[in-house]
């Protein structure tokens, strides 16, 4: 390794690693800005340009009023929520819409005038108050604008809290039970002795191997049955749990015994002649000992569970997760790219935080088992 | 006041042998070292007694008790390990308290207990502070402090100063000693590879090769009648030489002619058939002494000499090889030069296949001793 890593081509494997670093993390910037968009810029432009002042065509129909007293009008061409932006050009008809700066005064062709300020404000002098209403073409600069309305929208509205919460209570039970179910088998593999220890080690490792597509429809034919031959029901949170569980359990053993195995024999010696029963080993001396493996191995599963979708559709029906509630909002607000994107920086937002939190015990941990 | 007695004791591990045969009986407030070199089978044997491995055949007593199926925590044994073994996450004080927390005593005793421990070995400032930020000396107190907390009835060393550096090895040593005066009820066994901790500490040596027993003695006997070529060159420093010769006249004392045709006369009887076989003639390092013309054992020219100080080693090539030879004072003189070394004839042994011409007559009854 010393020769492929060694001085000369550090240059190439930095610029190697900066490329790789910017291709995966480029799609998620794009989504988090986009996710902070105004609907109609995302429409009109990419993400990258939302940083730089954007110019932006509109229409606006001066509605005729009944109420007006007088012939002359006024208000802004502009919505609230674009108070920022600058008229550049205006138009009255659609085949010339940029005819007149901002602050001329146009002619209409039916007679009166339109004046347009750079601020969107208007003044509409027309000789006939009932006319139906005037069309106002305009080109507008508009600054960076940002907004945190879709995250307003999606967390109110699209259902994404109640699929938040179901997800939650998927990945955090589907963690812990593989954790605590895998501390006792990894200790025995570890530190116990017992006739074929070794190939049950091998097993765990060998089970890893199973592609979880393949195993998936057995493994639900054979829940489904027991659940029936034991009157529940199958398509609850237990059923997933147990499922997660099943699929995280050969990783989790392997990485953890891995973890223990690096506690120095003499250390649990020492504790075994110091009267310590085995399950006072595990707890007072090997857990905390091997706390880095176990935070990796939470992290791991914690990110696969809450990332799945396919064991989540398979076994859990009538509630949605988070990934499963943006499949459908893929299919029910295609074209809203910032409603998609802020909900799936919702769902990307726990992982992420789970991720930083625990990022130094991961690499240790990995590491761990790998040098096994 | 607890005796240990191994009875055909053997430790197999699949189908190698780690222990073979092992015969010992250890007195009541006996420290016996173990020595021997590395995979002899030393470490094994400890562990045995700790009931960490399980004996493969033979009977293992402590008291009027048979331990072979007694587990760890229950034969009143503690342990200090070479690395120390020290729980790295907890405190000096807590490492101590451990085994009497385990054991569910008064909160008050286990303090107090503890105190007095850390007061006798010097620990008191570092009782908050966690292993690693203690220096390995600190760290071998505390786990004799460990050790000593549960008052065991057993006391077992595995290499304990092997991981120290020399200056603070000779300190540590001098420190178990002065814990074994103050407890001369506690049985020891003490493992090691290094021939002076084993000499210092040792009310008798243990000498083990092979998952056996070598010899069994007190460290001067040893020293003195070293019953194999074996135990001869692991006890003393440098090892003893050896000389080829042959047997020219056998009776009460021997003759031996060496290789340069001096005839050597020893002290020790032979048989008539004993003539003509080729034997070795041991001399240590320590009993060679520059001496003029006839009465000298080896001469050669002298090709390095290592000053000590004190003493001055000398490398000689003689006709039968290199001799290492130990004369007092600085004598870097004598580099290139010619050397005739002389010994005291009744400092000198006689082997034959490897085996001391002076245990010969008691056949393979090594267990003679037990």
Not at chain 2, 15 to 33: K, M, N
Not at chain 2, 64 to 83: E, I, K, L, Y
Not at chain 2, 160 to 166: E, G, Q
Not at chain 2, 175 to 182: F, G, N, P
Request: proline residues 6%; glycine residues 8%; contains cysteine.
């Amino acid at each position: 390794m010393a020769g492929i890593t060694g001085r000369r081509s550090r240059p190439i494997l930095h610029l190697l690693l900066a490329a790789m670093v910017l291709l995966w993390t480029l799609p998620t910037l794009g989504l988090f800005v986009t996710s902070f968009r105004a609907g109609d810029a995302v429409r009109v432009s990419g993400w990258w340009t939302a940083l730089a002042p954007a110019t932006q065509s509109g229409m606006v129909r001066i509605a005729g009023d009944d109420t007006a007293s007088g012939a002359v009008r006024s208000g802004s061409v502009l919505r609230p929520d674009q108070s920022g932006a600058r008229i550049t050009a205006f138009g009255v008809s659609s085949r010339d819409p940029d005819a007149f700066a901002a602050g001329q005064t146009a002619e209409l062709p039916l007679g009166g005038q339109l004046t347009l300020h750079a601020d969107g404000r208007y003044r509409l002098v027309t000789p006939d108050p009932a006319a139906s209403g005037q069309r106002v073409f305009f080109a507008a600069t508009m600054p960076p604008a940002f907004t945190f309305q879709n995250y307003f929208h999606v967390l109110s509205s699209e259902g994404l809290v109640g699929s938040l919460v179901n997800s939650a209570l998927v990945a955090v039970p589907s963690t812990l039970l593989p954790l605590t179910l895998a501390t006792f088998a990894a200790y025995a593999l570890a530190w116990m002795r017992f006739p074929g220890r070794a190939l049950l080690a091998v097993a765990t490792v060998a089970l890893m191997a199973v592609p979880l597509q393949m195993a998936l429809i057995p493994v639900l034919r054979f829940y489904n049955f027991a659940g029936q031959a034991l009157g529940l029901d199958t398509k609850s949170f237990l059923g997933i749990w147990l499922a997660h569980t099943g699929f995280g359990l050969p990783l989790a053993i392997h990485l953890l015994r891995a973890g223990m195995s690096a506690v120095p024999r003499e250390i649990i010696e020492a504790a075994r002649l110091d009267g310590a029963s085995e399950l006072r080993i595990l707890i007072g001396i090997v857990l905390p000992l091997s706390l880095p493996v176990l935070a990796a191995f939470a992290v791991f599963q914690f990110l696969w569970t809450w990332n799945d979708i396919m064991v989540a559709l398979v076994f859990l029906a009538p509630q949605e997760v988070l990934t499963a509630r943006l499949v459908n909002l893929m299919g029910s607000r295609g074209g809203e790219w910032e409603v998609l994107a802020a909900s799936t920086f919702v769902s990307l937002a726990v992982p992420l935080v789970v991720f930083f939190l625990f990022q130094r015990h991961v690499v240790r941990g990995a590491v761990a088992g790998i040098s096994t | 006041m607890t005796e240990i007695l191994f009875h055909h004791v053997s430790k197999l591990f699949g189908t190698s042998r780690a222990v073979t045969d092992f015969c010992l009986r250890i007195t009541p407030g006996e420290l016996i070292v173990v020595v021997g070199p590395s995979g002899c089978g030393k470490s094994t044997l400890l562990r045995l007694v700790a009931g960490l491995e399980e004996i493969t055949s033979g009977t293992l007593m402590m008291g009027s008790v048979r331990m072979n199926d007694v587990p760890a925590a229950q034969r009143g044994v503690a342990m200090v390990f070479q690395n120390y073994a020290l729980y790295p996450h907890m405190t000096v004080r807590d490492n101590l308290a451990f085994a009497l927390t385990i054991a569910r005593r008064p909160k008050p005793e286990i303090r107090a207990a503890v105190e007095r421990i850390a007061q006798t070995l010097d620990l008191t400032a570092c009782l908050d502070r966690l292993p690693g930020a203690l220096s390995g000396g600190q760290r071998q107190r505390v786990a004799i402090g460990r050790a000593m907390l549960r008052n065991p009835r057993v006391y077992l060393f595995d290499e304990p100063l092997s991981n120290l550096d020399p200056a603070l090895r000779v300190t540590t040593r001098t420190e178990i000693a002065r814990l074994k005066e103050r407890m001369p009820d506690a049985t020891m066994i003490y493992v090691t590879h290094d021939q002076v901790e084993a000499m210092t500490l040792a009310d008798r040596i243990v000498v083990m090769e092979q998952g056996a027993i070598r010899q069994v003695g007190t460290p001067l006997d040893l020293y003195a009648r070293p019953r194999t070529e074996f135990v001869a060159r692991f006890i003393g420093s440098p090892a003893m030489n050896l000389l080829p010769g042959t047997v020219v006249r056998t009776g009460p004392a021997t003759t031996v002619a060496l290789a340069q045709g001096a005839g050597v006369t020893v002290p020790i009887p032979t048989q008539p058939q004993d003539l003509g076989r080729a034997v070795r003639l041991g001399v240590r390092p320590e009993d060679l002494t520059p001496a003029g013309g006839c009465a000298s054992i080896v001469s050669g020219r002298v090709l390095r000499t290592e000053p000590l100080g004190d003493v001055t080693l000398l490398q000689v090539a003689g006709p039968e090889g290199t001799v290492m030879a130990r004369v007092p004072g600085t004598r870097t003189d004598l580099r290139h030069t010619d050397i005739a070394l002389a010994a005291d004839a009744s400092r000198l042994h006689l082997f034959q296949d490897g085996l001391s011409l002076l245990c010969r007559d008691k056949g393979a009854g090594l267990s003679a001793d037990h």
